[in-house]
Every structure is written in structure tokens, then in C-alpha cells.
């Protein structure tokens, strides 16, 4: 025998060769390996998949020895032979490193033909068996293989049950099964113009190539961009001998998760199906029974898996994912691996494991996806409503959601773009639905149970979904559905609520969410272990006291603007900025400053003993104007209509003054700094309004120290900018001081928004006492993309076509931009020891964003109040180093 | 005696010393030193001006007595006391390190008082004399130090010529000049509510604090800004004894240049007048004689002035701007220093000290100030046209100008930034004007000659002037002027020639400049010394033929967008850009083939054995849309008025379609290889047009091997981006090669205009044959600064108030973006030894920057045609270090 290069038995394996063997490969070797009853088998590895995608010359000849030469020693350890009278058949299965749907999965009963059929129907003295795995592996195998739609078959099926007048295959008998594999194979005839491949080994190369080739479907492609997963990695193939949960009312197939994966709860969860095989269980096609009901059926047995389970969950020190099937009353194991679960089950599972010794708080708090945690903040349907349920189905992940029906997951991606709120409701799903899935806000199914395609997905992604809701009928073709026998149109509004399985019509009331106890637990520990620390970005007084409850350690950035755009101010903001002359203009400001004063004022509150970084005047002036599409129009009517009204003037005024403030490029324009430094008495009134604010709560009882303002200059790119307005707020707040008689500490900083900033850090930070990176701007400036333009632009078709591997507003480009951050914060700290350095664009608030700003030595993140649980687990999980 | 701290006296100094003792002092110093007739004095540092300004205190004791000891050895030397009875009279000038205009300047005839003017009338015999000095002293002092506008003065000598119906002052008799002084008295009483200072060591005192406060006047700052001089510079005082040019017809005053600063004309150029005190001459106020006619007047003076003119040229090796005064047949030397010239008097001067022996190539290279060079490139007026001139006069600076007159300063920069031509009309100007000098086209005056303020000012900055136009009479309080009689009303354009001293109505044909033979042998020396290549900015076959004529050794940009703007093309290209569908928009890109195959042609047959570096298409699509204002406008009317003539769906399906590309920073947007990667036929078609192009002129007959294409990619900011437009490329190379069964050498390179292109250098040299920085993008994507909108809003601003030093679209940002460009550089040629370096941003044709790109190494700077002398030289410049 040759040496082993790609092929691997079970017995060479263990659960950490996960690279080399794929997920499932290296967790059937270890199941193996620590003596749990599996079907022997070889894996062919992830190395011979990219040689074989690198090579584009189909399975070469030292491959396939091995293959023969591994199939020889499955057919000494079965004691059967491949495609020989007593013949072994196999299972063949994708096993990707990081387990995915949207590739090929699974050929079962590999090896049978006319011949070895007739054998095995002779061995095993049940022909209908026989005959069903033929069907079975013709239809697995022309769908995934050779690419042929398994509609034509699924018609055949349902045809010869209309015919026989019954309800379930399990009723149509031999010679309907013989006619069926008949018309199957004349299919595949019709369809690939060739004959279905007979001989064994054909169809065991056949199968592996496919595997290999199903690592490059789009849909695979979509769902690792989806889930950032390399390119590179590749899938191996797993060739297991057939065990047959087919065989009769003894023998069966089963899903189980060891814990609850929807809410975490520390009990076996599953379900399986008495003679069927697994395909039946997970895509939905029947309804399984409950796993507690084996106990009645076979007790033993039931048992026995329990024990593994707990086996399992020791070894792993994981909640597992497990598939099982029960050959005449002989149990054997086909998969285990980590399983799928909502936020909730996921926080409560990793602390539980904690309690229960497995695994430290430390491993606990890597268990938890942070990005995953904001399910916990979804909002959930207001138990105090009077709602009526229109039906119910299996609550098969929690959530509510709401959005007009459709049918088809291409017609969901399509009205999602187009900003549409949509519920994809489909009898089943299959892997090619995924990309409805994604779009749509929730998945509402008529067949299928909690382990269906459908409620793994969903739960995966945390997307509300109800399963199995035998009420509720889809006429495909009329598009059209029926629930309790009223008839609803393609478009419909629905709710549904994947904690409780109810649907509803139209939309429901919403209510914010709770922690659970497990949540504050776990984020304890994160805040025990992160270096990193946390604040909120937000401009008023609600969003201070929500970001407080959310565990905020200040606010990193207070947008000044937000309190321009209220509807009363704005007509204020616009005289002010109209104003043909400074003393109008500084009447327009004496206006607005009791109004900003008062805003400050709520927000220093809430932030008693906190610091609050207020970031002066940041957007383009003629953001606060009237829009100038409109006004155009108007003052061609009024000149067309002869000045009906006598305002023409006035409004051809307002457009001049508009068109002169307009800019081509608002983003690189009159902004920032550079309006104060231009309208400096603007800025000295939001100075002197955040100093009076200060006041006002020392003269209600605060404590002064524990009041602590840090100013923030916009847009700085230059020395001299940042000297000149750091004068503004010292002058002003010199002033304020003298009128009150009394001082108070204060910082003032600098926003970095700017490649050129970063690139004189070491000047700016001669003056500035922080630093706060605008990451959303500086990704624009230093990409050269505008944000407003480019994610309706090119960005998506950058995406789709790699040639971004990430959304850089998403997630932060570390290459890039993060090389000029790095230089900004080494060379800031160089000129001042005591810099303090945090980030406030959206990527504060991303976990893999934040493990950079982690790695970098900057002192906090700031992010939206509602991603602060994000990253506070995701601060301790880089802290954590991972 | 104390040490010398602050003051020097003329013997201590030589012209090494101008920062310490500023230019003018230095080189009074100088001249001292090497035995010319110089009148003693002493000099106040720079040093202590600065300490002055800073310290905002006044003069202090220890520097008053420093000014004491050098008075008093000062009338040791002259045998002559200060305020006493054989009166010791100074002239007080500032002296700046470079000269400038702006400051304080001079104060002649101080320590006059009623007993000093007394003992001076009795000593020379000559009140009337005594009298006039007076006179002079108290209007200069007044308007100098005590800033009583000297307007109020002259009224007073207008009037008394008008009461004795005289022409001159020089007609006034004692008693006249004894009322006038009086009058001026009563003046600065009115004016100033104090006496005028009769104390010597007063008038002293403060003549040098007005002196050191003149530094930072609004004026002198304006100018510094203008020609680049650091603040922190300061200036110094001149102090030194009076000799007289008005005590008779024996005695004068005049200026010259050793050779003619209009042509370099190696000539004696020069004006004086008899019984004359220095302002006479540079004011204006008196047209002056040829300094020819001194050698009629005074033949040995002028014998000697020549002597000294000669050894002051060896000695500065430079032509050289002078003023002397005779007193009584005596001749003394007041001022020497390097002279203003035109940019062709300073390319011939400098060829000329080469060929005299005086002066290296090297050092040549190094005299003529390149961003000067662009003078030669000035148009002139087309001789061939039948011009009749309306009047004329002096040619004082050459060059032709248009523009609407204009009488004051104000208005002038007033009309100049509204985007009008001025010509600047006065009667004669001072340094209140130089903002309506610097916005006017060309000075047309009606007083003073060659070496008045107008002249010396206008032959600096290379503007067009006409001087002591005497037919031209302004009348500046009914904004009128005559010419010959005739009524013109402020506003009317005329055109003025520089060069011949004539005056025209309205604007007059111009033609392009010619080259003089000392041009080409400057440039042919800077090519001799320059490392950095130089090429051209060219999109059509003209510039291409322009840029080879004007030395160009190669195009650095050519932007093929300019070829989609053409009247004819426009429609096509819409049609390309609105196509609903690939194959329409291929239909029309089919259209534009060869079109733009025609240009390329055009352009490579003028380019044969150069490199032409083509920019596939750049700007956003949106730029080649119809107008969005007027089509809302047209929609909105077609609404209105029912749809009249049925175009109303296919205009609003128009504007719809712009609405969808326009973009809110469309700097930002989708444009460069964004549009290349998501329309790839739009590049496919220009690269097939270059090739195909190329085929043509080899079926023409050219060398394959002189035909240097460089594909460039613009806006590149991901490897990925330039991988797959390379691929692109050479893609479609290899297809047009197939055809052609031939191959063409090519390069693929990209454009860095992102910061982030920068940052990731290293890999895009990976894939890129060479880089060319746009610095224009790279400023505005590295600073924030949309160009568009900063240069008419915050950047004005931004430069006057000294937020920045320059305008960094006009001369490169070292610190910020030059940082980015010189580690592209390094890394880029880190991982690609042979990567080919250079700039196309109009950076490439100004010389700071030139220096700049010169030291990190570029290979080459791109600029328009017409910078390319420019270039040259200042690349020259840069191998020299200076």
C-alpha cells in the first residue's frame, strides 16, 4: 500500500484535524476513536479538494488509488462488497472545516445498480427495502450530482401516490417502486441525455468530484461571503458504509441538539422519524416525532443515546448538534457537532456551562458570537396586546417579525433591496432559499419540524421563524395561500412570533426587549476581563440614559447637529444661516443657545461621573436648508405665474443664498472645523451652552468634579486648526467661568476623520489632550468613497465580486485605514505621554473591528447604546486574544 | 562704551550679514567696506525688531542707549551734532532681509525742528533749501510715523502753486515753504490732536518704532503672503547722516540698473533729476531725465557712477538696482542691491554673466526664479495687426494686457475676484495699491517713469505696464478719464503694450510667445543638470505636438474623457451612458471606436519614441449628462402645460435615469475603476482604441518599437482593482494582437490619488509597472478638500487668515501628502526594483513641489505645455539643491 497523502480512515483521525478533514470527518473519527458505535469509514481530505479545484483535471490517478485502496479496507471491516453480492453501500457526504449549507451534502445508498439491488433485496429478504433505497440514491444522486431538479422526481412520487390513492411513500409498494425507478432513470435519460452511471466506482468518483465542485456554487460563494469564511479552505469528502433506518418499524433516523437551541435550556432536544431515512427528518417532507417519544418505542436505545449525549457534551464541552440512525434496534452515530443556537440559548448555554465545571468564564465568554447578541435587542410582540392568532406553528426561532408574504426567495432578495419588509413563507426550504432567507425578516413554513432546513437556518442568522404550520396551504402557481381555509394574496401583511409559533395579521406592537439573567452574568465577566472601554454614541437625554443601562462608560460622541434638526429649531438654525450679516446672525444664535444649553443639560444628568465627548458642528450648512430641487421649481412657477403672491423675490433670495452655499462635494467641503473657524461665533455658542448647561446642574446640588465635558473639533487637518479653535473654547469658557465666578475641568480634543490628521498626529496631539477616531469619514476619505453614493453604487457590485472581501463601513479595513490609525496613535502618544485615544464611527461598535482597536492600544470604543453588549463581549474576547 | 548688542554701525557689517542687518543694510555695509562713497550711519537689527514686536513694550533703555553711542559716533564722523547748530540731519529707512515694498521705507531730512532748520538755512546759506527740507520732513514723517495720509499735504502744495500760478514746488519761495510749514503743522495738530515732535531723539525714537511696527501691517503681510517671505524674518532700521540732492542744480538724485531690467540689455539704465530729493524720482511725481544726459550735466560724476556700477556687478556678480544723490558735484552712494527684472531680462542677464565669466552655469541655473519663466509664455499683440495706439507711453513692463479700467486699488480686486479683467489706471501708484496690482491684468499710469513704483512693482510680479502716459488725464472724482481730449468712462476696456509703451481701444489680437536664443541655451544647461524626467499633460495632438516643442519627453496624462466632451461625441456618449442594456450600451461604444482610435493616432504619431501614458475613462458617467436643473424645470413645465408635444415620459425617464447616477460627492462616487470594473466594455473599447490605433500608424510605416504605450488605471485603491483591470487589459491586448497577428510592448500602471492606494503601495507594485500621482485627487481626498468648492469657500479664508501658508493645490502639501507619496515610493519600489515613478498633478509644473519630487526620487513630473520651461529649470534647480 502507498502512502497515505489524501485519504484518511476514521481511525487516523480526531476532532482536532478539522482543516485537514473538514468538521464532520474529524468529529466522526473522533466519535470513533473515544469507542461510540459509528458506521466505519475514510475521509478524503480538504488538501486533495483545492489540488483538485487548482488542477481543473478532474480526480488524477494516484487520488483515485487511494480511494480504491481505502474502499478495500472499508469492504475487510464490513465484510461486504462494493457493488458485489452481499454489497456494501455508502454514504457520501461534503465536510466543509466551518460547516455550511449551500453545498453538496449528501448521496446515500452509493452503490446501487440492477444487480446489487436484486442482492441486497435477497440479503436483507425486504425487495420493497431494497427498492426504496434505489429510488431513494437515483433521485439524491441525479439532484446533486448530475444536476438534475429533483421536482422532476418529487412529480413521479406524488403522481404514483394520486394513482395508488395514498398518502405516504411508505404505502406504495413493490412493483409501484420498480415502475418509479424505471421512470427515474428514463428522466436522467431525458434530462443529461446519458444513462444513469451503473457501475459503483463511476458513481463513488462521480460523487466525490461533485463534492469537490460544490465548494465553488454560487450559493456556497454567497453563503461564505455571508458568513466571512475563506475561500481557501475547501471541503473534504466523507465515504461512510450505509446503515439503514429504512428497514422497518425497528429501525429509524434522528436530529437531536443536547440542549434547547432555541432557549438554552438544559434538555435533550429532538426528533427522528421509525423507517426513514435522514434526508426525511431534516428537509421537512414529513413531520417528526418528538426524541422523548422513543422511550415508549425503544427504551434501550433511547438510554443509550442519552448517555452519549452526555458522552458527547463532556468531550466537546459544547451544547451538540447530533444525527442518528437505528438500524433493527442497532444504534449508530453519523454526526456530532457544535449546534446552532439563538443569542438567548447561546449566552444561557455558555454560562450554564460554567456552572455545570466544563468549561471556565473565560471559554464562556469566546462561546458567545458578540455579533450574534444583537438578537438580544430585538424587540419582542407586547404580551399586553389583544392579539389573535390566525394560526400557529412550531416556534422555531424566537422573535417577532412582520412584512408582506412572498413565495420565492429570489422575489424576496428583490423587494428587499428595494426596501420592502418581507416574511418568506414557503411549504419547506431548501439550501437554495438562502438567499431569500437572508432578505427576508422572518420564515414562516407549512411542513417541517425544529430541526428542518428551514429552523436551522433561521436560528443560525436569528431570524424569527415558525415551522410547520399545517394550517397554513401555498398554492404556488395561483400564488395564493389559505389558512383555515381563507384565502390570502401573495402580498399580504403577517406577523409571526418564532418565541411562541403564533401568526398574526398585519403588523403587531412591539416592545423592547429584557435580559435575561444568564446576559448580565456573562457581561459581567466580559467587563471583568476587557482592557478596552466602553462608551455610547448620543445626542440626548434618552439615548444617555439607555446607553447608562447598557453598561456606557461615557459618551464618546455627542453630535451637536441633531439638536439643530428638531422642527422648532430649524427655522432658527436657517435664519442663522441666512443671515446676511454677523449681527443677525449672532441674534439667530442668542435664540438657539437657551435651546442647546437645555440639551446639554438632560444629557450632563444622565452622565453624572461619566465623561461626555460633544462634538461641535459637524455637517455642511446647507444640509439645514430647504430643499433646493423644490425651491427651484417654485421660483419658476412664480416667475411663469407673473409673481402671483409677491414672494418671488424673497424665494429667488433663499435659492441664490442656497446655490451659494451648495457644494459638489458637501463631504469634503465647508464643514467641520472649518465652519468654525470661518463662523467662529457659532461654535463659541455651543461652547458657551455646554458650559452654562455645566452650571446649571452645580447650581441644582452636582458635584463639579464629577461633571466631565471633553469638547471635540471636527475635521481637523492642520496644527494651526486645531490651535485656533482650542483658543475659541478656552476664550469662551474663560468667559463663562468669569460670569460664575467658579472653573471647571474640561478637556479639549480633536475628531481625526482625515488621512492627513493621522499623518501629523504627532502636531495635533501637541494640542489636543484626545483623540477620537471618526473611522466612518476616515474610511471615506482614505478610500475615496462616499458613503451616501457608494452603498447604493458600486459597493454591491464590489461585494458580489470580491473585489472587496468586506463592507469597509462595516467592518474596518484594517490594511488601510488601520495603518494610518496605528501611525496616528503611536506618534499622538509620542508628543503626549497621557493621550487618550477612542474610536466613534460605527465600527466601535463591530467585534472584529474592535479586536483591531483592541490590539492597537486604544483606550475606548463608542458605538450606538444598542450595540454596547456587542462590544463589551467583544472587547473581552480581544482581551481574551481571540 | 557698552557691548554692541542691537546696533551696528556700516563698519562692522558686509553683505554677508542680511539677516542680521537686513538687505538694505548689509549692503550699505558692503559698499562702505569696499571703499564707495557712502554717507556714515549705523544699523538697528532685525534682531531687535523682533524683540520689539514681541515684547510690545516700546523701545527699552538698554536699546535706546545702544542708539545713543551710535549716534554719538556717528556725529563724531560727520563733525556734525544732532539738533545742535551745524545740525546733523538722517535719513531713517526700514530694511527688510528680503526688500519689499509694504513698509515703512524711508524718512529723510529728520532732526529738523524750527532752531534746526534755522541753523541749517544759515549754514548753507540756503533757507529756501533748509526751508524745503523741512517741508519734505514733516509731510514724510507725518504720513510714515504719524499716519496722517499725505494727501492733506499735497492739497496744501496745490493750493500754493494754484495762489502763486506756478507749475512746480521748485517755483515756491521761502515764504511760501514758510506758510506751508506752517499749514503742515496745523495739519498734524488737527489730525493727530498733539504737536508735531520737534525733539530730534523723538522724531528719532519713533521714525524707528514706526519702522519695526510697519513689519506687520496688513500691507506688508499681504505682501509676504504673495511672495512666500516668513514672518519671523523682521526688519532692521538704517539710520544714517543726509547728504542733499535738492541743494541746488549742482546736486541731484537718481536710481539705475546695471543692465535694462525690461530686456537685460547689458546697458546702463538709469533716471535722475537735479535738485531733487529721492522720492521725487521713485514717486513719480516728476518724470525724470535719461541718465544719459548726466554725462552732458556732470561728465566726471557720470564717469565715476559708471566705474562704480562695474565694480559693483563683479562684486555682487549680479545686475544690480542703485541710488546715489550728489550734493554740491559730490557724488555718494545710498543703495545697491540685486535688481527686479522681467523674466526674459533675467534669462538673459544670467546667460550673460555666464558668457562674461562672471558667474558658472550652475549658478545661472540657480538666478532665474522658474515660477518667473511662465512670463515668457505670455502672449503678446499679434504685430501683423493694423493697431492704431489712442496715445502712449513709457514701456515699462512688457507683455500685453486687456481689461476694463478700473481707478482704485479695491475695485479693482473687487472686479478680479467677481472673475473680470482689470487694467489698473492711476496717475501713479504706491504701496496701498499693490491688492489692485496683484488682481489687475496690466497698470497704465499718467505719471512717473521707468523706475516709479508702478514699473519696479509690475516688472516683479511679470504684468504688463505702461508708465507716464502724460496724454492720459484722470479725473477720480467723476470716475472719467481723457485721452487726447477724448471722455472715457471708468469701466471702458483698453489694451496696453508693455513692451512698446502703447495704449489701445478695447482688446487687440494676440500671438503666441517666441523663445529668445539665450532661453534655449538656459533650458539646453537646465537639461544638462536635471535628473527628473519631464512630461507632459496632452489629451489631443496639438498639445501633444506643443508639449514635444516645449521639451517634453513624453506624456505623463493624457485624459481620455477629454476626448468623449467634443461637440459631436456628446450624443454618442449620453447614448452609451443611458442604454438600457449591454448590447446597446456596446452599440454605442462601437460608435465611439474610432473615434477615439483617430485621436490616439493622432497623438502617438506626434509622441513616436516617447511614452504616452493614457488614463482610461475617470470621471463620474453623470458629468456627460444633460443639465439636472433645467431638465426638472422642463419636466415640471410639461406636467403643467399637459404634455403639449408628447416628450413629457421620455424627459422624465431622463431625469429619472440622472437621478439614479447623480451622486452626492461625486468625487467620492463612481468614477475611475469603478466605472472600469462595473462597465468593463467602456475600457475595453479605449484599450482596443489605443491598440488599434497603434496597428495603424505601424500600417503607416512607424517603428513598433518607438510607439511607447503606458495603460494607466485611475482610482485604484484595492489590489484586486488593478489585478482585475489589468487582466482586462492585457486581455484585450492579446485579442487585438491575435488580429493583428503582431505584438506591441506595453506597460499596465496604476494612478494614486487615495490615500489608501498609498497604504497598500507595496501590493499594488505587485501588479503595476509603474505609478503616477494625481496629486490633485490625492490633496483632496488626503486634506478633505473638495477643489471645486474649498477654492471658492473656506480656502480664501483659510489662506488670509493664515490657517494655511499656501494653497496646497498650488504648491504641494509636504507634510501630509508628501508623507503619503514618499512611502508609496519606498514601498512601492519594495516590491517592484524597476517600478517607474512620477506625478501628473499640476503639482509637476510648480517648483517648491518640483524640489520636493525631485529629493524622494520620482522619475518624472507631468505638467501642462506651457509649464514646462518651468519644469525643466526647476528640476535643474532641485539636482543643484536649490
Not at 409498494?173 to 463511476?202: A, C, H, Q, W
Not at 438580544?376 to 412550531?394: F, Q, S, V, W, Y
Not at 464643514?671 to 458657551?688: A, D, H, K, N
Not at 474610536?839 to 486604544?858: K, N, Q, T, W
Request: glycine share 8%; with cysteine; charged share 25%.
Amino acid at each position: 500500500m502507498n502512502q497515505v497523502l489524501y485519504v484518511y480512515s476514521f481511525n487516523d483521525g480526531n476532532k482536532s484535524m478539522k482543516s485537514l478533514l473538514g468538521s464532520k470527518g474529524a468529529n466522526l473519527a473522533e466519535m470513533a476513536r473515544i469507542g461510540l458505535p459509528v458506521p466505519p469509514g475514510f475521509i478524503v481530505s480538504t488538501e486533495a479538494c483545492n489540488l483538485y479545484l487548482e488542477k481543473s483535471e478532474g480526480l488524477w490517478p494516484e487520488l483515485k488509488e487511494e480511494i480504491l485502496n481505502s474502499l478495500k479496507h472499508l469492504e475487510a471491516q464490513t465484510g461486504r462488497t462494493f457493488g458485489g453480492r452481499s454489497p456494501l453501500l455508502l454514504s457520501v457526504r461534503s465536510g466543509a472545516v466551518i460547516s455550511m449549507p449551500g453545498m453538496m451534502d449528501t448521496v446515500l445508498n452509493l452503490g446501487l445498480n440492477p444487480a446489487t439491488v436484486e442482492a441486497l433485496a435477497a440479503e436483507t429478504g425486504n425487495r420493497r427495502f431494497a427498492l426504496d433505497c434505489y429510488r431513494r440514491f437515483i433521485q439524491m444522486f441525479a439532484d446533486v450530482v448530475l444536476k438534475v431538479g429533483h421536482h422532476h422526481f418529487e412529480n413521479v412520487l406524488t403522481a404514483a401516490r394520486k394513482q395508488k390513492k395514498v398518502k405516504s411513500d411508505a404505502e406504495l409498494d413493490d412493483s409501484d417502486l420498480e415502475m418509479i425507478v424505471t421512470e427515474y432513470t428514463n428522466i436522467v435519460r431525458k434530462e443529461k441525455g446519458s444513462d444513469f452511471p451503473l457501475e459503483p466506482l463511476d458513481q463513488l468518483f462521480l460523487a466525490v468530484e461533485a463534492v469537490f465542485s460544490s465548494w465553488n456554487t454560487e450559493r456556497a460563494q454567497v453563503y461564505r461571503q455571508a458568513h466571512r469564511i475563506a475561500d481557501s479552505l475547501g471541503t473534504a469528502v466523507n465515504v461512510q458504509a450505509m446503515v439503514f433506518g429504512n428497514l422497518g418499524e425497528d429501525s429509524g433516523t434522528g436530529v437531536a441538539f443536547t440542549r434547547n437551541p432555541s432557549t438554552g435550556e438544559a434538555k435533550l432536544y429532538g426528533e427522528y422519524l421509525l423507517n426513514a431515512q435522514g434526508e426525511d427528518v431534516v428537509a421537512g417532507t414529513r413531520t417528526p416525532r418528538p426524541l422523548e417519544e422513543l422511550k415508549e418505542d425503544m427504551p434501550a436505545i433511547y438510554d443509550q443515546f442519552l448517555h452519549i449525549c452526555a458522552v458527547l457534551e463532556n468531550e466537546y464541552r459544547e451544547m451538540q448538534d447530533i444525527e442518528f440512525t437505528i438500524e433493527r434496534r442497532k444504534l449508530y452515530m453519523l454526526q456530532t457537532r457544535a449546534g446552532k443556537r439563538t443569542a438567548p440559548a447561546a449566552v444561557r448555554i455558555a454560562v450554564d456551562l460554567v456552572h455545570e465545571g466544563l468549561i471556565t468564564k473565560d471559554e464562556a465568554l469566546l462561546k458567545v458570537d458578540p455579533d450574534q447578541l444583537e438578537q438580544l435587542l430585538h424587540r419582542r410582540i407586547d404580551p399586553k396586546a389583544k392579539l389573535e392568532a390566525i394560526t400557529d406553528g412550531l416556534p422555531a426561532s424566537p422573535g417577532a417579525a412582520s412584512g408582506q408574504v412572498v413565495f420565492d426567495a429570489d422575489r424576496a432578495q428583490e423587494l428587499a433591496k428595494a426596501g420592502k419588509k418581507v416574511l418568506l413563507v414557503r411549504p419547506e426550504t431548501t439550501p437554495d432559499d438562502i438567499h431569500g432567507i437572508i432578505a427576508a425578516q422572518g420564515i414562516l413554513t407549512s411542513r417541517g419540524g425544529m430541526t428542518s432546513h428551514a429552523a436551522v437556518v433561521a436560528r443560525g442568522m436569528g431570524k424569527p421563524c415558525v415551522c410547520g404550520c399545517e394550517e397554513l396551504h401555498i398554492d404556488l402557481g395561483k400564488k395564493v395561500f389559505f389558512i383555515r381555509g381563507e384565502q390570502f394574496a401573495e402580498g399580504t401583511i403577517l406577523s409571526i412570533d418564532g418565541s411562541t409559533g403564533r401568526v398574526f395579521r398585519g403588523e403587531v406592537p412591539l416592545i423592547d426587549p429584557e435580559f435575561s439573567p444568564e446576559y448580565y452574568e456573562l457581561v459581567g465577566w466580559a467587563d471583568q476581563v476587557r482592557r478596552l472601554k466602553v462608551r455610547a454614541n448620543a445626542d440626548n437625554p434618552e439615548d444617555a440614559r439607555l446607553a447608562v443601562e447598557m453598561g456606557a462608560q461615557g459618551i464618546g460622541l455627542c453630535r451637536t447637529e441633531h439638536m439643530f434638526m428638531a422642527a422648532d429649531r430649524v427655522p432658527v438654525v436657517q435664519k442663522m444661516i441666512l443671515a446676511p450679516n454677523l449681527v443677525e446672525r449672532e441674534a439667530a444664535l442668542a435664540e438657539l443657545l437657551p435651546m442647546q444649553q437645555a440639551d446639554f443639560k438632560g444629557i450632563f444628568r444622565e452622565m453624572v461621573g461619566f465623561p461626555v465627548t460633544v462634538r461641535l458642528l459637524d455637517p455642511p450648512l446647507h444640509e439645514f436648508l430647504p430643499d433646493r430641487d423644490e425651491l427651484l421649481i417654485e421660483v419658476y412657477r412664480l416667475r411663469c405665474e407673473n409673481d402671483p403672491d409677491g414672494s418671488l423675490r424673497e424665494k429667488e433670495s433663499l435659492l441664490q443664498k442656497i446655490n451659494a452655499i451648495s457644494e459638489f462635494n458637501p463631504m469634503l467641503g465647508h464643514r467641520g472645523c472649518r465652519l468654525g473657524l470661518v463662523y467662529p461665533e457659532i461654535y463659541r455658542m455651543q461652547v458657551r451652552a455646554v458650559f452654562q448647561a455645566l452650571f446649571d446642574l452645580i447650581d441644582e446640588g452636582q458635584d463639579a468634579g464629577k461633571l466631565l465635558p471633553e469638547i471635540m473639533i471636527p475635521l481637523v487637518g492642520h496644527r494651526t486648526e486645531i490651535k485656533a479653535m482650542k483658543r475659541l473654547v478656552d476664550d469662551t469658557a474663560t468667559a463663562v467661568f468669569a460670569e460664575r465666578g467658579k472653573k471647571i475641568e474640561y478637556l479639549v480634543g480633536t475628531m481625526i476623520e482625515l488621512p492627513r490628521a493621522c499623518l501629523v498626529a504627532g502636531q495635533l496631539a501637541e494640542v489636543a489632550a484626545f483623540f477620537s477616531f471618526g473611522t466612518n469619514d476616515l474610511t471615506q476619505t482614505t478610500l475615496g468613497y462616499s458613503r451616501d453614493d457608494s452603498e447604493s453604487k458600486f459597493l454591491p457590485f464590489y461585494l458580489q465580486h470580491k473585489i472587496l472581501e468586506v463592507n469597509p463601513f462595516a467592518e474596518f479595513d484594517r490594511e488601510g485605514v488601520g495603518r494610518l490609525v496605528k501611525l496616528a496613535v503611536e506618534e499622538g502618544r509620542g508628543a503626549r505621554n497621557n493621550l487618550k485615544v477612542g474610536v466613534c464611527g460605527e465600527h466601535g461598535g463591530d467585534p472584529a473591528s474592535i479586536m483591531f482597536f483592541d490590539r492597537i492600544g486604544l483606550d475606548y470604543v463608542s458605538c450606538s447604546p444598542y450595540r454596547l453588549p456587542i462590544a463589551r463581549l467583544a472587547a473581552a474576547r480581544a482581551a481574551l486574544g481571540g
